[in-house]
């Protein structure tokens, strides 16, 4: 159905708490989401532990290996953040990421 509003008047809109508000609420949100991949691979005894980082620290939502153990299906989120809507409904990236090398290849969606 087709909803009018009168002249003058305001269409209501939806109220959240905790929504970002400033500049500060954005550098805080992203300094706290940032994260960053790691491939750990564990010796006998932890003697030779090895740590690797995979991609670029990003705002991670989630990932998947593909089912040969070569790539990475990466979402994460990116800026502009926004103040009016809660942080599932920020702008997202997809990527895929091998899991050897070191540059990702460009975005796919």
Known sequence: SIQECSEGGTAPSRTYQDLLTDAH?????????????????????????????IGPPRMLTSFVTSPDGNLLLVDFLRAPLSRVVLYNRFAMSVEVWPLRGDDPPPPIA
């Open 25 to 53: 609420d954005e550098a805080l949100f992203e300094h706290y989401a940032t994260s960053q991949l790691v491939e750990l691979t564990l010796s006998p005894q932890n003697k030779d532990n090895k740590e690797r980082e």
